[in-house]
């Protein structure tokens, strides 16, 4: 191994095996300094303007946001939150490495399996000491949320499932029981807008293997069918994923209202908060930090009651967050933060291909229904699917013909 592969080889795989652990005391965000850090000392310098100019935007706007926030300290909070981000998009974009295609695909590959073992230790724990147990009091052991775990199962499973159709046999069943795996835990986990979304990525990525492969298409959608109907049976089966989607339809039902004599659809009170915010504020925002004060503010003016199983509570008795990056971007810092996120959401999915761009895809409509830059494991995340998809957009150096 020479001395270049061997620092991307480490320090790479440190960051992408640290990130689904998010161990208490190893933080992934050191993972991800000293993945930048072996790409600077192997990489030769190579500067791509437009990218930088975005980034250094997206961070200079937040800063900027600060200014007319009535709550400061909360501000530059936010700013440390997705700073990662930023200096991630400028950092991989200053350098030129050799091979970066393959290095992207390397970290993917250590990213998803890392992510396998980290779901299966947590589960034999939870069975361990819980039982058999639903999404209420699945014991994650204070690493990552229910979303965040879910998100990552759905990544590992873009990641793993791309292999799985190569004639290697072993390696090819391993993998497709480990794609099997992330997605039972993710039926488990029962993450309500990812198991919508899962039934809609396997009818993309099986269209898309049904364009490729013509004279098969009729065992594809076999192998469709049947994978849709094994994840409905399991979501029927399983009282946590059913008691989920109970719980979305009387949602969507009680918009104005009650069923069964609950009214569970928060989100909908939130979010219409967070749009008058808006329509209060539609150009440079409140102000980075003072989002969810103001949002709180909005929130004890709602009447309605809301309930925990038997227990009822007001949307005022906790401090909510948005739980939409969009709605909290542009009610924070404007429109114009709005397009600079928008921004680098285009940049990932134009720059990316194959499952990384699947995965871009699955973190924007994720992250209409939770903030993921208000939380460590959102934030870093997305600071490591920028790193892979500037490696991955770099153009590979032709040798000069002797």
Known sequence: MTKQNAYLHYTGAAGAALLPFALLWLSPVYGLIVTAIGILIAGTKHFRLAPILLFAAFVDWQLLSIIWSEHRQAG???????????????????????????????????FAWATVLAWTIIFCKS???????????????????????????????????RKIWRKTYGLSALRAAAVLWLLFGIIVLSSRIHLLLVPVAIVARFTEIGIKNKNQRKKIVYIALASLAAGALLITALPGPRGRMIDLRNEVRSIEGKVDGKQTNHRVFIWQAGVEIIADHPWIGIGNGAGEMELHEKLSRVEATFYRGKESYKLDEFLYDFHSIWIQSWAEGGLVALALLLGIFIWG??????????????????????????????????????????????????????
């Open 76 to 110: 530059w909070a936010d700013v440390v939150m997705v700073l990662p981000i930023a200096v991630m998009g400028i950092l991989m974009h200053t350098v030129h490495l050799k091979d970066a295609h393959a290095w992207a695909a390397r970290w993917m590959e250590t």
């Open 127 to 161: 069975l361990y000491l819980h039982g058999w147990v639903n999404y209420k009091d699945f014991e994650l052991g204070g690493r990552l949320g229910i979303h965040f775990q879910s998100l990552y199962l759905f990544l590992a499973t873009l990641i793993l499932e």
């Open 349 to 402: 999915i134009a720059k990316s291909k194959g499952a990384l761009r699947y995965a871009w895809l699955v973190v924007l409509l994720s992250g209409t229904t939770e903030s993921l830059l208000d939380k460590q494991a959102g934030a870093l995340l997305l600071t490591f699917l920028v790193g892979l998809t500037a490696l991955q957009s770099q153009k590979e150096k032709r040798e000069p013909i002797s």
